[in-house]
T-cell receptor, first 115, second 118 residues
Framework: ETGVTQTPRHLVMGMTNKKSLKCEQH?????MYWYKQSAKKPLELMFV???????ENNSVPSRFSPECPNSSHLFLHLHTLQPEDSALYLC??????????????FGPGTRLLVL | AQKVTQAQTEISVVEKEDVTLDCVYE???????LFWYKQPPSGELVFLIR??????QNEISGRYSWNFQKSTSSFNFTITASQVVDSAVYFC???????????????FGQGTILTVHP
């Protein structure tokens, strides 16, 4: 595997289900990100992990719960979602630079449909 | 706060035409970074280019070229002799240097849907 991988690629779940999205990066990076891409909104940053520590939580509802067990893996645990949470969820990774401006590399995304 | 505007929502061209995608940004920082990404129908964002604010040289990579003009806060992207495989959504993004209020986060524009017809 190369780059950033995400599983599953497609997910349909009911509002009472619990599921998890998985992301793995094979680039040796130390920062990982979750983004949400809805049909009519720009890419929204949800969470940032730097060296396994969460450094950003953009007012994301608690029904989304991230987990970063190590610098190569990132999970997004989902429970009691709403239909408006249907979107493409993208994972990205980067090598943190002291001055910023690092390039983020993205996975193929998980297309989520909440019924 | 930083902001990126891609005024062109959709562009449609015929193969072999040249096409320019516009990107205008706003930032208070003197040090910042600009990016372009391509998102084909498969969904993955593919990194195309990164420029820092101190490097205003235009760049060419094959059929792709980028025009960075600080005076107009623009970072436009031109595809020469477009091909059907260029059909995708293209995103411009801005990242400020750490130490500013945005802590190096990427801010994306709304994206431009490019359709190249055979």
């Amino acid at each position: 595997e190369t780059g950033v991988t995400q599983t599953p690629r497609h997910l349909v779940m009911g509002m009472t289900n619990k599921k998890s999205l998985k992301c793995e990066q094979h680039l040796g990076h130390n920062a990982m990100y979750w983004y949400k891409q809805s049909a009519k909104k720009p890419l929204e940053l949800m969470f940032v992990y730097n060296f396994k520590e969460q450094t950003e939580n953009n007012s994301v509802p608690s029904r989304f719960s991230p987990e970063c067990p190590n610098s190569s893996h990132l999970f997004l645990h989902l429970h009691t979602l709403q239909p408006e949470d249907s979107a493409l969820y993208l994972c990205a990774s980067s090598q943190d630079l002291p001055g910023g401006g690092e390039t983020q590399y993205f996975g193929p995304g998980t297309r989520l449909l909440v019924l | 706060a930083q902001k990126v505007t891609q005024a062109q929502t959709e562009i449609s061209v015929v193969e072999k035409e040249d096409v320019t995608l516009d990107c205008v940004y706003e930032t208070r920082d003197t040090t910042y970074y600009l990016f372009w990404y391509k998102q084909p129908p498969s969904g993955e964002l593919v990194f195309l280019i990164r420029r820092n604010s101190f490097d205003e040289q235009n760049e060419i990579s094959g059929r792709y070229s980028w025009n960075f003009q600080k005076s107009t806060s623009s970072f436009n992207f031109t595809i020469t002799a477009s091909q059907v495989v260029d059909s995708a959504v293209y995103f411009c993004a801005l990242s400020e240097a750490k130490g500013g209020t945005s802590y190096g986060k990427l801010t994306f524009g709304q994206g431009t849907i490019l359709t190249v017809h055979p």
